[in-house]
């Protein structure tokens, strides 16, 4: 076998398949990874159609995989009878994938699901989403064995890449071949679970003693922290997407990143660029509200401004709670003004689950695109019929307390549309980032939120955006040097005065609206992929020093 050059491969459950912000990571730096890399860079997922929530996975069968030796090993895997599928990920620069089916159960998983629990001396919970995860790492490692043999002669320096824990149960074993291991946490298991009960999370981070706060988690949740504390104790060379989150690895972890791998964006392709016509879009907006609200003069009569958030049903993590609540103080200060000016705020979310791992609820309502229950009348919250469980969920009971209930006297109309929004499933028949720019403020307060994509998309497309001085891209943006409000994108401070300066950012951009346009491609250029992929390229040479 011929020497190789070094080769990267990229593992995550999120490859070719969008349950979150990993995957927008993921594919949007891939042509910058490309760049480098060329032929000797692959990803490896989950091959799970039966997930997907459009009912087609990102993915194109194909042959051969450029590289002898990874061609040969999987060559190897499919004679053995292991369901394994390569192709290309549908997306810019369509990178080789090798896809492994969870769904199968290899005839020895027993004995390995034993032997997994003996490694680590610990009961491993009857869980269909756990012998997923331990299915893939089975046939992960037989993969790695495979090109590892092929390439004994001669072995190319091998560098595995994995995000998250839900792909990283075999990750001890890999390590014993001659590779050498990465490990980014996107957020820490604990640090998502406590910041949504625990109002003094951050300023009493340090004094939580991370065993007994597992102690309180289901038998699911210990178990996941613990693939998550193993990947992290058993990896080379460590990253986190923020400062914000490296403070949380080093007290609930026991280790601190080696790199801080900050998100960026291909700002270009993320929104369309800077620009593109608004009129089209903002059309499509005008057109469902106005009908909506047939009946409402102040719609219909006054200029509107479109505000919205958006983000996964994490009530207080996403700050929903600070919004509402600086929505009502708005509309109390736009009745009393006379200002003539309505503002629609729309909340976008996936559907409310029960407080549990994100992942596991998201996939489980994916698929739940047509609701019955609750009827969608005019000026109602909710522009189509709707399921009780969203109809009673606190984001709605917190709007009707703070009277936002769109009664025509209102001057703050509220729509929570309880879905992504797709131009196949949403009401305005256009996608998410077409909605961005039809819009004049985001809003993301987040009081957890490891990096946040939502502000970021937001400037990409021209459209100034909140954030908070606890999320990974506020502390980020916050550190640059002539960054500020005037600037277009408001960090505000969520440990002290959040809804009163939430309240002041909406009053001005009520009252001012300024144009941003100048100081908001400054930022674009600031967090584009241009700039950020050399710090993914540091914790690559970092590994293979």
Known sequence: METIRPLLFEVSAEVCFKMGGI?????????????????????IGPYMPSWDYGGKMEFRD???????????????????GLPVRTGCWKVEGHPLVILF????????????????????????????HIDLYLRFGYYLELFFKELCAVTAGQPPLILIHFHEYMTTATIAAIRKLPVRILFTTHSTVLGRMLAESDKAFYPGMEKIDWRKAAGSLSDYHRFIMHMERAAV????????????????CLFFLDRAPDVITWNGLDTAEACGGWGRDKTAVKAAIDQVVRRHFSEDPLVNRQKVLYFFTAGRYEYINKGYD?????????NRWLSASGYGITVVTFFITNEPYSHGSSIR??????????WKGFAAGRSSIFLQATEKKVYECRLVRDLKKSRLGNRHSDRVKVVYLPQFLSKETGPFQIDYPDFIRGCDLGIFPSYYEPWGYTPVECIAAGIPAVTSNVSGFGSYISRQAGISGASGVFVIDRLKKAEKELFEVLKGMVTEQKDFTGSLQQITRMVDWDQMIAHYEAAYQKAME
């Open 233 to 248: 104790k058993d990896c080379h060379v460590f990253t986190a997407v923020s400062q914000v989150t490296a403070r949380e």
């Open 361 to 370: 609820n998201k996939i489980l309502h994916f698929k739940k695109r047509i």
């Open 322 to 330: 600070v919004v509402i609540k600086a929505l009502a103080r708005l």
């Open 23 to 43: 995957h927008t990571v993921i594919r949007s730096k891939i042509p910058y990874t490309q760049r480098v890399w060329d032929g000797a860079y692959f990803l």
């Open 101 to 128: 089916d969870p769904f199968v159960s290899p005839p020895d998983f027993e004995t390995y699901r034993g032997s997994y629990a003996a490694r680590y001396n610990m009961e491993v919970p009857v869980e269909w």
């Open 62 to 80: 194909a042959g051969e995989m450029g590289v002898p030796a990874v061609s040969t090993a999987i060559s190897h895997l499919i004679e053995k």
